[in-house]
């Protein structure tokens, strides 16, 4: 097989990102600019300054990724970029450089769904194997997703309020940690115990969807009766309490899926990925009750946004020929 | 000189190609569509009706604000990554300054072009005809329409206003300005291209990776950050390379 080369970018959130990738399994680089220091200032992402940022950002960024890939626009197949789902200004900054390198050097455009990216991630560090379960967890999203072949997704269960990531986020402003709560948690949680015994949402329930809202009502509930009380609560007990709550129910319901689906493998994607309950309790459910399905977890710097997993992406549009046109659009609520 | 001229600084849409000071296409467009959509197709199709090729180009001339914040993002990352990549010149142009090219050089007139900012503000600039050119007085401004119309009867000068958001502060203007107004055709309403690409002739090209829309107005969120936060100083810093 000849080796073909793809120049991807991601704006989609908080990270000015380009990568160039080979094969789409081959990382030559992977150049990620965070916002998030920007961003702690205000508790959370805002869009207006995410997009300010990426457009200060973009042509650095996209300079790197070449210049460390040691790759010219000649030798590019295709440019990439994510075109949803996520914050509309910010997409549209990836969506147009992209567009005005793709003209500029006259190669194919190939828009990308940022969850199947973040699946893709996989890719770069093994062969991807299917029938495939993936389980998405991340600011924005908590889906499983099933996939006969590379090109095929079934939304087999998601989250019907708050995705996981974002319930981390608001109970972390109630412990009163920085933005982005989610790793502050965690490490929290390997401190303490379960002592609070928080609801596992729909654990019990015949399909793969999940709940996070009660899950959050009720932490907030508990630490504001405390606090009524004048009651001192243990900060990391209460990390960890939450934090088995929500993994007791992804991995339940994970394990649950890829038994029935009898998937090779079980995928796990998204900034959550990198959450180290989350990451130690699939291992070992894996282990116990699903013999022989084969685990992918990414490396930490792979779970949270980068272009890398756009172009991986990518790269099986580019097989196929699914090429997009000069009107692409950035699509905020754009579904695999 | 190859000069591609972009403003998608407001509703208009205007995408011009120039050899040197002659106007080889042009395209204006007003109506309300997405620019993310529209630009690079209409860049796309003058090319080909010039029979350009994207690497002839020289220079490009981009409607830098203020005006629409995504508008302004969508024609200045279009600008910046085109330029960077085709290693062309780039040159940012005030939208407003823009708008006023639409001028008469009438000597003696004040040339005052208005972007409409919601909940009765206006973006605006005083421009003056000088050795036949038009070129700023003061600097641009974001301001209450009030306001503005006081400054500008103040000045007990002809006015030359232009812009088509002018129209929903119709009443504003004929209280305060009615008997300084000079009247220009519709065609005078609408930013061009071609403006933009001669006003780049003149100018300096400036550095691309930190080229910047002027937004002329910090981010609301940012405005109180800074307001609860003033001992920390602007400028930067809250990039981390990961």
Redesign the interface.
């Known amino acids: 097989m000849s080796s073909k080369l793809i120049l991807a970018i991601e704006t989609s959130c908080d ?2 990102s380009a990568a160039v990738i080979e094969n789409g399994n081959r990382m030559l680089s992977n ?8 961003h702690q ?2 508790g959370g992402v ?1 869009p ?2 995410a ?3 990426h ?6 960024i ?2 790197e990724a070449m210049r460390e890939a040691d790759v010219t ?1 000649e030798e590019l197949d295709a440019v990439a970029v994510t075109e949803g789902p996520g914050l509309v ?1 910010a997409l ?2 990836g ?3 992209a ?3 793709a ?4 190669i194919p455009l190939i828009a990308v769904n940022h969850i199947k990216g973040h699946i893709f991630a996989n890719q770069l560090v093994n062969e991807m194997k299917y029938p495939l379960l993936s389980l998405v967890v991340s600011g924005g999203h908590t889906e499983l997703i099933y996939m006969d072949n590379p090109g095929s997704y079934e939304i087999i269960g998601e989250t019907r309020d708050d995705a996981a990531g974002e319930a981390y986020d608001k109970i972390g402003r109630v412990i009163g940690v920085p933005y982005p709560g989610g790793k502050h948690i965690d490490e929290m949680a390997h401190k303490g115990k379960d002592t609070y015994h928080f609801p596992r949402a729909m654990i019990k329930e015949d399909n793969y969807d999940f709940s996070f809202s009660g899950l959050k009502s009720a932490f907030i509930n508990t630490v504001h009766n405390a606090k009524q009380k004048n009651e001192v609560l243990n900060d990391e007990n209460l990390a960890a309490s939450f934090q088995a709550a929500v993994v007791d129910v992804l991995v339940d319901k994970t394990i649950r899926a890829v038994k029935e689906k009898q998937a090779k493998q079980l995928v796990l994607a998204g900034g959550v990925a990198a959450n180290k309950g989350l990451r130690e309790a699939l291992t070992q459910a894996v282990k116990n009750e699903a013999e022989g399905v084969e685990l992918l977890i990414p490396p930490l ?1 792979l779970c ?1 946004d980068n272009a890398a997993m756009i172009g991986a992406a990518a790269f099986v549009q580019l097989e196929k020929g699914e090429f997009a ?6 699509r905020p609520g754009l579904s695999v | 000189m190859k000069i591609l001229g972009i403003d998608t600084s407001n509703q208009v849409m205007s995408v011009a190609l120039a050899e040197n000071s002659r106007l080889i296409a042009e395209k204006t467009v007003n109506v309300k569509r ?1 620019h ?6 209409a ?2 199709e003058l090319f080909k009706e010039a029979e350009w090729l ?2 002839e180009l020289d220079r490009i001339a981009v409607a830098k604000g203020p005006g629409s ?2 508008g302004v ?2 024609g ?3 600008a ?3 330029a ?3 290693s062309c010149d780039l040159v940012g142009i005030s939208s407003l300054q823009a708008l006023a090219g639409n001028g008469e050089r009438i000597p003696g007139s004040y040339i005052v072009p208005v972007f409409d900012a919601r909940r009765g503000n206006i973006y605006t600039g005083l421009y003056q005809v000088k050795d036949n050119k038009i070129v700023p007085v003061n600097k641009d401004t974001h301001i209450s329409v009030s306001e503005w119309a006081e400054g500008l009867k103040r000045l007990g000068a002809p006015l030359q206003l232009l812009g088509e958001d002018l129209e929903k502060h119709r009443d504003a203007v004929k209280k305060m300005l009615s008997e300084s107004l000079i009247e220009l055709p519709m065609s005078r309403q609408y930013t061009r291209a071609s403006i933009l690409t001669e006003l780049a002739l003149d100018l300096e090209p400036e550095p ?3 080229f ?2 002027n ?1 002329i107005r910090v ?4 405005q109180k ?1 800074m307001e609860a ?1 003033p001992e920390h100083i602007q400028g930067g ?6």
């Not at chain 1, 457009?55 to 650095?60: D, M, N, S, Y």
């Not at chain 2, 810093?237 to 990961?242: A, R």
């Open positions: 990270e000015t150049i990620v600019a965070s916002q998030v220091k920007s200032r205000f805002v207006e300054i997009s300010r940022h457009v200060e950002q973009i042509t650095l996209i300079e626009y200004g549209l900054i969506v147009n450089a567009k005005a390198v003209f500029a050097h006259q710097d949270g046109d000069y009107t692409l659009n950035g | 997405n993310s959509i529209q630009l690079m197709p860049i796309e994207p690497k914040y995504t993002r969508i200045v990352t279009v910046k990554t085109l960077f990549s085709l691309v990776h930190t910047e829309p937004y981010a609301e969120a940012e950050w936060n810093g809250w990039i981390e390379k990961l």
